[in-house]
Protein backbone atom coordinates (compact mmCIF):
# COMPACT_ATOMS: atom_id res chain seq x y z
CA UNK A 1 0.00 0.00 0.00
CA UNK A 2 1.09 3.14 -0.72
CA UNK A 3 0.17 6.36 0.59
CA UNK A 4 0.24 9.83 -1.21
CA UNK A 5 0.37 13.63 0.83
CA UNK A 6 0.35 16.47 -1.44
CA UNK A 7 1.50 19.83 -0.17
CA UNK A 8 2.56 23.29 -1.81
CA UNK A 9 -0.80 24.18 -3.21
CA UNK A 10 -2.63 27.68 -2.30
CA UNK A 11 -3.58 31.13 -3.89
CA UNK A 12 -1.28 33.18 -6.64
CA UNK A 13 -1.88 35.89 -9.15
CA UNK A 14 -1.68 35.07 -12.85
CA UNK A 15 1.73 34.80 -13.78
CA UNK A 16 3.22 33.69 -10.86
CA UNK A 17 4.96 29.87 -10.08
CA UNK A 18 4.07 27.41 -7.46
CA UNK A 19 5.56 24.01 -7.01
CA UNK A 20 3.42 21.04 -5.70
CA UNK A 21 5.22 18.20 -3.47
CA UNK A 22 4.17 14.47 -3.53
CA UNK A 23 5.83 12.43 -1.16
CA UNK A 24 5.34 8.66 -0.81
CA UNK A 25 5.33 6.07 2.15
CA UNK A 26 6.40 3.16 0.80
CA UNK A 27 10.30 2.31 -0.58
CA UNK A 28 8.52 0.69 -3.54
CA UNK A 29 7.44 4.02 -4.91
CA UNK A 30 10.99 4.32 -7.17
CA UNK A 31 9.43 1.24 -9.55
CA UNK A 32 6.17 3.38 -9.57
CA UNK A 33 5.09 5.62 -12.63
CA UNK A 34 3.69 8.37 -10.90
CA UNK A 35 1.69 11.71 -12.37
CA UNK A 36 -0.72 14.94 -11.49
CA UNK A 37 -4.53 14.75 -12.17
CA UNK A 38 -6.61 18.13 -11.77
CA UNK A 39 -10.15 18.84 -11.58
CA UNK A 40 -11.88 22.06 -11.55
CA UNK A 41 -15.57 23.15 -10.70
CA UNK A 42 -17.70 21.96 -13.06
CA UNK A 43 -15.20 20.00 -15.51
CA UNK A 44 -13.42 16.52 -16.24
CA UNK A 45 -10.75 15.11 -14.32
CA UNK A 46 -7.77 16.33 -16.40
CA UNK A 47 -4.03 14.62 -16.48
CA UNK A 48 -2.00 17.16 -16.17
CA UNK A 49 1.35 15.10 -16.39
CA UNK A 50 3.19 11.79 -15.99
CA UNK A 51 6.66 10.63 -15.14
CA UNK A 52 7.66 6.89 -15.41
CA UNK A 53 9.49 5.62 -12.46
CA UNK A 54 13.03 6.02 -14.36
CA UNK A 55 12.51 9.87 -14.47
CA UNK A 56 13.43 9.48 -18.00
CA UNK A 57 9.91 9.32 -19.81
CA UNK A 58 7.54 12.33 -19.27
CA UNK A 59 4.07 13.59 -20.43
CA UNK A 60 2.13 16.88 -20.50
CA UNK A 61 -1.03 17.40 -22.00
CA UNK A 62 -1.11 20.20 -23.98
CA UNK A 63 -2.52 23.41 -22.25
CA UNK A 64 0.77 23.19 -19.63
CA UNK A 65 3.89 22.20 -22.16
CA UNK A 66 6.32 24.87 -21.94
CA UNK A 67 4.87 26.16 -18.16
CA UNK A 68 4.75 22.91 -15.96
CA UNK A 69 7.62 20.56 -15.37
CA UNK A 70 7.34 16.84 -13.53
CA UNK A 71 10.31 15.84 -11.96
CA UNK A 72 11.08 12.81 -9.15
CA UNK A 73 13.63 12.31 -6.70
CA UNK A 74 13.65 8.42 -5.65
CA UNK A 75 15.94 8.81 -2.73
CA UNK A 76 13.12 11.14 -1.30
CA UNK A 77 10.58 9.18 -2.62
CA UNK A 78 8.28 12.45 -3.79
CA UNK A 79 7.44 13.83 -7.02
CA UNK A 80 7.19 17.55 -7.87
CA UNK A 81 5.19 19.31 -10.08
CA UNK A 82 7.06 22.94 -10.68
CA UNK A 83 3.80 25.17 -12.38
CA UNK A 84 5.29 28.58 -14.10
CA UNK A 85 3.23 31.15 -15.91
CA UNK A 86 0.24 30.52 -14.42
CA UNK A 87 -3.51 31.16 -15.85
CA UNK A 88 -6.35 31.34 -13.73
CA UNK A 89 -7.62 28.34 -16.19
CA UNK A 90 -5.24 26.20 -13.77
CA UNK A 91 -7.10 26.83 -10.91
CA UNK A 92 -8.43 22.78 -10.08
CA UNK A 93 -7.86 20.64 -7.15
CA UNK A 94 -4.40 18.79 -7.99
CA UNK A 95 -4.16 15.45 -7.17
CA UNK A 96 -0.82 12.77 -6.68
CA UNK A 97 -1.46 9.53 -8.48
CA UNK A 98 1.19 6.52 -8.57
CA UNK A 99 0.64 2.77 -9.58
CA UNK A 100 3.30 0.17 -10.55
CA UNK A 101 1.71 -1.05 -13.96
CA UNK A 102 0.55 1.79 -15.56
CA UNK A 103 2.25 3.42 -18.35
CA UNK A 104 3.18 6.89 -17.19
CA UNK A 105 1.13 9.03 -20.25
CA UNK A 106 -2.51 6.82 -19.13
CA UNK A 107 -4.75 9.30 -18.91
CA UNK A 108 -7.93 7.61 -17.57
CA UNK A 109 -7.84 7.96 -13.83
CA UNK A 110 -9.29 4.57 -13.12
CA UNK A 111 -5.73 3.44 -14.17
CA UNK A 112 -4.18 4.36 -11.27
CA UNK A 113 -4.28 2.75 -8.17
CA UNK A 114 -2.91 5.21 -5.49
CA UNK A 115 -4.36 8.74 -4.93
CA UNK A 116 -3.37 11.64 -3.01
CA UNK A 117 -5.90 13.83 -0.93
CA UNK A 118 -5.60 16.92 -3.38
CA UNK A 119 -4.47 20.15 -2.94
CA UNK A 120 -6.14 23.29 -4.17
CA UNK A 121 -4.41 25.64 -6.49
CA UNK A 122 -6.05 29.31 -7.41
CA UNK A 123 -4.48 31.51 -9.72
CA UNK A 124 -6.67 34.67 -9.26
CA UNK A 125 -6.60 37.21 -12.60
Known amino acids: QVQLVESGGGLVQAGDSLRLSCAASSRTFTRYAMGWFRQAPGREREFVAG????????YYVDSVKGRFTISRDNAKSTVYLQMNSLKPEDTAVYSC??????????????????WGQGTQVTVSS
Open 97 to 114: VADPTTDYDDQNPRKWSF
Open 51 to 58: ISWTGILI
